[in-house]
């Protein structure tokens, strides 16, 4: 039988119902638009699951809220927009350092500081990957539509358990309110990971003693009869602060290479007409809708047009685009800010194909007809 349920839901909503069918059982936010729908969808579904909404007093807070929610075992996320994720930064490098696994929402909107509050705007994704200080991974994904909303938000807690660490999930104003068609699959069918847990006694655990076989270290929670320490200092494997460089430079390794070694596990793209394309339009978010209509229309048109849609953000996909950059003539890159991913692309890129860009700031969304008129125009 199929037990798909099929709802018409705004892409807020279906981020609320992915996290709760991965196992969100915590959340942390302070409102602010346009992401506040998230907090109140977690207001009412979380009770209904047996888990915990609280309203903090400010986004700082929250996301200290989440990683404490995370250390006791749940599966935590927060959710916020431009202003209030500058806030979270400094707590976010925290929870890379300790390895604390958790998701955070960011519904972009115009800036900077309050900008245009109601406007879309994808202008974070320098912040996702460079937000907080010091030499950190990332994992960042973006979906284009509200079903894949709810699938992407459920990957995000399966990569944030496996990897130990904290992942960002990027919206936009746009996809974060329309509202689409959305099949929720049955539970039972949906792949969900949980963290490691220790596989020795509570005398015999090291906190940070990375596995073998994947470099992460299984996770303890607090109240559980494993006592460890927790710092955002550089620490040894038994979690105590060290300021021996050789312990410095094998931890920041250690976590580097927990993405760089799984790389081909943590990328998710999309490719559509790319095998014989001339001009690749590399598109992400809301703004990938408006160049899947154009690639079409340059098709229609006898134009060699095709679709690249990273969905991982971060990390860059850098083999993929360099494998394009070899056959295509031109790589136009259509985003709502000033430029900030083409700067990815032209570095891989490396020369291979003149790489272009479509930016606006301004609060409008990049139509179907003004990438169909670069694609034209790069003919």
């Known amino acids: 039988m199929n037990n798909k349920k099929v709802r ?12 709760i069918a991965a196992g969100m059982r915590f959340f942390a936010g302070y409102p602010i638009t346009p992401s506040t729908e998230i907090a109140e969808g977690s207001a009412e579904r979380l009770p209904q699951v047996g888990g915990k909404f609280v309203q903090m007093e400010d986004e700082i807070a929250s996301m200290a809220a989440v990683i404490g929610a995370s250390l006791t075992g749940l599966k935590a996320m927060t959710a916020s927009s431009g202003p209030g994720i500058s806030l979270k930064q400094e707590n976010i490098g925290y929870a890379a350092m300790a390895e604390i696994p958790c998701v955070i929402v960011n519904v972009q909107r115009g800036g900077p500081s309050t900008g245009l509050p109601t406007s879309p705007s994808q202008g974070d994704i320098m912040q996702a990957r460079w937000g907080t200080h010091g030499d950190h991974p990332v ?32 919206l936009d104003e746009v996809i974060a ?8 699959p049955d539970p039972d069918t949906i792949d969900i990971v949980d963290r490691k847990k220790p596989s020795v006694k509570p005398e015999e655990y090291i906190p940070y003693k990375a596995d073998p076989r994947g470099g992460v270290p299984e996770m303890a929670a607090f109240g559980e009869g494993y006592r460890f320490h927790v710092t955002g200092l550089v620490h040894d494997q038994t979690g105590f602060p060290s300021n021996s460089p050789e312990v410095a430079a094998s931890l920041i390794n250690r976590l580097t290479a927990k993405i760089n070694n799984n790389i081909q596990d943590i990328l998710l793209y999309e490719e559509d007409n790319t095998d014989d394309a001339e001009i690749i339009v590399l598109a992400y978010g809301s ?15 006898g134009i060699k047009a095709g679709l690249f849609r990273p969905i991982t953000i971060w990390p860059f996909p850098e083999e993929k685009v360099k494998q394009l ?3 295509a003539r031109r790589i136009i890159v259509p985003e709502m800010n000033l430029g900030q991913y083409i700067y990815e692309v032209e570095r ?7 790489v272009e860009g479509i930016n606006r700031a301004d609060g409008d969304i990049i139509t179907p007809e003004e990438i169909l008129d670069k694609v ?3 003919i």
């Open 139 to 170: 994992i960042a994904l973006y979906p284009s539509s509200v079903p894949e909303i709810f699938s992407i938000t459920v990957k995000a807690f399966n990569m944030a358990e496996k990897y130990r660490m904290p992942v960002i999930l990027l």
């Open 325 to 327: 950059s070899e056959k």
């Open 8 to 19: 018409l839901m705004q892409g807020n909503e279906a981020c609320v119902e992915g996290a």
């Open 348 to 354: 891989v890129a490396g020369g291979r194909c003149r």
């Open 287 to 301: 703004t990938a809708r408006s160049a899947r209509s154009a690639v079409y229309s340059a098709r229609e048109e």
């Open 177 to 184: 309110h329309m509202r689409e068609k959305v099949e929720l």
């Open 376 to 378: 034209k125009g790069v």
